[in-house]
T-cell receptor, first 118, second 118 residues
Framework: AQTVTQSQPEMSVQEAETVTLSCTYD???????LFWYKQPPSRQMILVIR??????QNATENRFSVNFQKAAKSFSLKISDSQLGDTAMYFC???????????????FGTGTRLTIIP | DAGVIQSPRHEVTEMGQEVTLRCKPI?????LFWYRQTMMRGLELLIY????????DSGMPEDRFSAKMPNASFSTLKIQPSEPRDSAVYFC????????????????FGAGTRLSVL
């Protein structure tokens, strides 16, 4: 079974600064996907960024980027030029690749509550 | 597209009553997932469907829970009888099992149903 660990329950940073959220995972799978989801106070789960394990290049989406270290089983999220709208719970999630099915369940970490201070 | 639609947004009921949660996935998506979010257990998968067929229901807590997907555009999660420990936010998510690598494996979530069992 897979496990996902987020060791920072809460973080806060000043607006416009850069912040990095940590995530580690444990799996025996060689092919999988990693995700960061954002859950603002509205409760909606919103995809921030996705990384395929077979890709060495780190994924980026505008101000959001990841540092994927496959050997260390680490997947951190960096938010640059943080904005008030980034205030939310952030969940790291793992999905193993299943060739025939094509999809599988997401296994989530416990989340990091990020507050952007004006 | 309107996204994944869940109803009701909030549900308050008394212990012992039957509760039905509803989900309309994104049109064309062939996978549907039901997750539950609680403070104690975080986000966990209850069940998921592929082409309306249940694939993995190992997360369903007990026989009081049942889920159906009678067609590609509708799913229900039923709790009968409900208990206070069922109080949680229930999310539905859908995704594509085919298509471009960019489209596959990304689960899109509804806004969730907050269930309170008194």
């Amino acid at each position: 079974a897979q496990t996902v660990t987020q060791s920072q329950p809460e973080m806060s940073v000043q607006e416009a600064e850069t912040v990095t959220l940590s995530c580690t995972y444990d799996t025996s799978e060689s092919n999988y996907y990693l995700f960061w989801y954002k859950q603002p106070p509205s409760r909606q789960m919103i995809l921030v960024i996705r990384q395929e394990a077979y890709k060495q290049q780190n994924a980026t989406e505008n101000r959001f980027s990841v540092n994927f270290q496959k050997a260390a089983k680490s997947f951190s999220l960096k938010i640059s030029d943080s904005q008030l709208g980034d205030t939310a719970m952030y969940f790291c999630a793992f999905m193993k690749h299943v060739a025939l099915l094509g999809n599988e369940k997401l296994t989530f970490g416990t989340g990091t509550r990020l507050t952007i201070i004006p | 597209d309107a996204g994944v639609i869940q109803s009701p947004r909030h549900e308050v009921t008394e212990m012992g009553q039957e509760v039905t949660l509803r989900c309309k996935p994104i049109s064309g998506h062939d996978y549907l997932f039901w997750y539950r979010q609680t403070m104690m257990r975080g986000l966990e998968l209850l069940i998921y469907f592929n082409n309306n067929v249940p694939i993995d229901d190992s997360g369903m807590p007990e026989d009081r829970f049942s889920a159906k997907m009678p067609n590609a555009s509708f799913s229900t999660l039923k709790i009968q009888p409900s208990e206070p420990r069922d109080s949680a936010v229930y999310f539905c998510a859908s995704t594509l099992g085919t298509g471009t690598p960019q489209a596959k494996n990304i689960q899109y979530f509804g806004a969730g149903t907050r269930l309170s069992v008194l």
